[in-house]
């Protein structure tokens, strides 16, 4: 037996997430924000006053009263419901494609990174095949390719959005590479897919979180771009982009739709972004320029 | 005699650059020609200057890079091109200990699961893990409570002592200690390596000790090989090679270990000019642009490594 350590241990540090997050205004301004719409989007059908397909051809185009609280579209639907479920389709194309994208993007990346060789060209050169085109434009191509639909908006915005999650895993994985630890693992006899799951997601984790919060904004945007050009969400299920589109024709006369539409994607896309910019502060100071 | 270990010949080189088409500008020849044999519960020291190739043959042997030619036999297995799935059986007896004890521990991970990793690997169940761990943890001088805790907690000796807990985990026959106490305090690195010491003791265990500190390897080693551009200049036993090296620059370092006592220290020896490029070695002996000794064959004629007493092996057309 050899003598014990005679260095002294140094105190476990305490995480230091909630102090700094307290300090950050723009963090808890887009957690407000974000809160609110994900708690209004999963109690979505609860709090709605009407139903988002009831329609009433005499009472068109209302203006805001107590009945109609941001009045009715042109074929007598209560706004303010059709605004609320569409958080619930916004979110629910937002949460399939992150899950989507998340997954086929970090196991490519991190393979790309770990194997490296002819497996990681392959894949990086798709990568890059997908990102020569603008992003929105091919979303649009591919969905009008496949048909209009719900299913449609998810499919072509995971087909545009899971190369850059593919490429930042990829670039942080190069970067773990050189650790010894993993050498370590290595001459432990630990089976490669296992160092992915042990020793790179968890070290990598941060950074992805971060890029996913923020995405979601450009998601949400994307899909009412899909809707606003009806190839994406179709009636009677309500999208905001759709709803931005059916108010544009009247909105000299009856604003009140597009407007309200188009606050609520604003103001949601705002809070991510705000949400998205406040974690990375938090989480990964050093992908500030990314 | 049969050796733990039996490297023949090994050879590593590394692309350097490459053209247009990816292809490789050069080859950098970072180990050469490199063959000695380990014995059974014996420390073979390695010594060499930065960039010798030192840590190229350690990570060679521990199969982390594949070499260009040569072979390793591993207790008589030809383990040198060996596929990973039918390596992973033979990890168990080839362990390491890595110079950087911040970069060779996972951040994430406890203590526990560090050191647990090769058992988890070879089948122990969770209870079994534990009980090792804290016997690990007990043997190199941690108290087997902090295994529940995270590598930021402790200090770098006391990282170096969990990455060493690690290595023994599997009860491996060979450990490959790069660089294992150079990027700890003086004071720390005496700890670390009566800890080595005292293992090797007490399980029997053979080490390869590559170190760029001759003076750290003099306290370890049995036998002690000198590296110089790739290859290996003097193979000998640590008192042989002490009291009468015999090939010059083996006979250059050891005049450059720091004397402690002022009134022995002499004027220091330095040799002349730089190390050549790897990339571009001198030809015929490697060492002849440096050497007190050089004569018109050593620019001419690589020597051979030639056995000149029992257990004595020098490159050099005129050792002594």
Redesign the interface.
Same mark, same amino acid.
């Given at each position: 037996?050899?003598? /014990?350590?005679?260095?002294?241990?140094?105190?476990? /540090?305490k995480s230091d997430f909630w102090p700094k997050f307290r300090r950050n205004r723009n963090a808890i301004a887009g957690t407000i924000i974000v809160t609110f719409v994900v708690v209004v989007a999963i109690f979505a059908r609860l709090i709605s006053p009407y139903d988002y397909d009831e329609t009433d051809i005499l009472f068109t185009w209302a203006h805001p009263s107590p009945e109609h609280l941001l009045g009715t579209d042109a074929l007598g639907r209560d706004i303010l419901s059709r605004l609320i479920v569409g958080a619930q389709v916004s979110l629910t194309v937002a949460v399939a494609v992150l899950a989507i994208t998340l997954t086929v993007g970090i196991l490519l990346g991190m393979i790309a990174g770990y194997f490296g060789g002819k497996l990681d060209s392959a894949i990086m050169r798709v990568v890059d095949i997908i990102f020569a085109f603008p992003d929105i434009i091919f979303a649009i191509l591919l969905a009008s390719a496949l048909g209009p639909g719900i299913t449609t908006v998810i499919i072509s915005l995971s087909v545009v959005w899971w190369p850059g999650i593919a490429r930042l895993t990829r670039s942080l994985v190069l970067q773990l590479r050189t650790?010894?630890?993993v050498?370590?693992?290595?001459?432990?006899?630990?089976?490669?897919f296992t160092i992915l799951i042990?020793?790179f997601l968890?070290?990598i984790v941060a950074p992805l979180i971060v890029r996913a919060s923020i995405g979601v904004g450009f998601i949400i945007m994307a899909e009412a771009t899909l809707s606003f050009l009806g190839i994406g969400v179709q009636e009677p299920r309500p999208s905001w982009g759709g709803m931005i589109r059916d108010g544009i024709v009247s909105l000299r006369t009856e604003p009140y739709l597009a407007l309200s539409a188009s606050t609520a994607l604003g103001l949601t896309i705002i809070g991510f972004n705000l949400f998205g910019d406040g974690l990375r502060d938090i989480l990964d100071p050093r992908i500030k320029d990314r | 005699m049969s050796a733990l270990l039996e490297v023949r010949n090994l050879t590593k080189e590394f692309p350097v650059g490459a053209d247009f088409l990816g292809r490789p500008l050069a080859q950098l020849r970072a180990v050469d020609d490199i063959s000695f044999a380990l014995e059974p519960g014996e420390t073979l020291g390695f010594v060499g200057e930065s960039g010798c190739g030192k840590t190229t043959v350690g990570?060679l042997i521990?199969r982390?890079l594949a070499p260009t030619s040569g072979t390793i036999l591993f207790e008589g297995q030809d383990i040198t091109n060996l596929t990973?799935?039918e390596m992973?059986?033979r990890?168990?007896d080839?362990?390491?200990v890595?110079?950087?004890p911040y970069?060779?521990?996972?951040?994430?991970?406890m203590v526990r699961d560090?050191v647990g990793?090769?058992l988890k690997?070879?089948g122990h169940s969770r209870d079994q893990i534990d009980q090792r761990v804290a016997e690990l943890m007990?043997?190199?001088?941690?108290?087997p409570e902090?295994m529940s805790?995270?590598p930021?907690?402790?200090?770098?000796?006391?990282r170096q002592?969990i990455?060493i807990a690690?290595a023994l985990?599997?009860s491996p026959k060979l450990v490959v200690c790069d660089e294992a106490v150079s990027a700890l305090d003086v004071s720390?690195q005496a700890?670390i390596l009566?800890?080595l010491a005292?293992?090797q003791a007490q399980f029997g265990l053979t080490l390869l000790f590559i170190s760029h500190n001759l003076g750290v390897v003099r306290h370890v080693s049995h036998r002690i090989a000198v590296m110089y551009l790739g290859r290996l200049v003097e193979l000998a036993s640590e008192d042989a090679l002490f009291e009468h090296p015999l090939h010059p620059y083996t006979a250059a370092l050891i005049a450059a270990v720091p004397e402690p006592d002022p009134a022995t220290r002499g004027k220091l020896a330095v040799l002349p000019g730089e190390i050549p490029s790897p990339l571009n070695p001198p030809p015929g002996c490697p060492f002849n642009t440096r050497c007190p000794k050089v004569e018109a064959r050593c620019r001419a004629e690589l020597p051979e490594f030639r056995e000149v007493e029992a257990g004595r092996w020098v490159r050099c057309h005129f050792p002594g």
């Open positions: 037996m050899s003598a /014990t350590a005679l260095e002294p241990t140094v105190a476990r /540090t650790e010894l630890y050498d370590a693992a290595i001459a432990s006899g630990t089976p490669p042990r020793h968890p070290n | 990570r521990l982390l990973e799935p992973r059986p990890r168990r080839i362990q390491v890595f110079q950087d970069s060779s521990l996972n951040p994430r991970l560090i990793e090769p690997n070879f007990r043997i190199v001088g941690l108290p902090y805790r995270y930021h907690a402790f200090s770098g000796g006391q002592r990455g690690r985990a599997v720390i700890q009566n800890l005292d293992i």
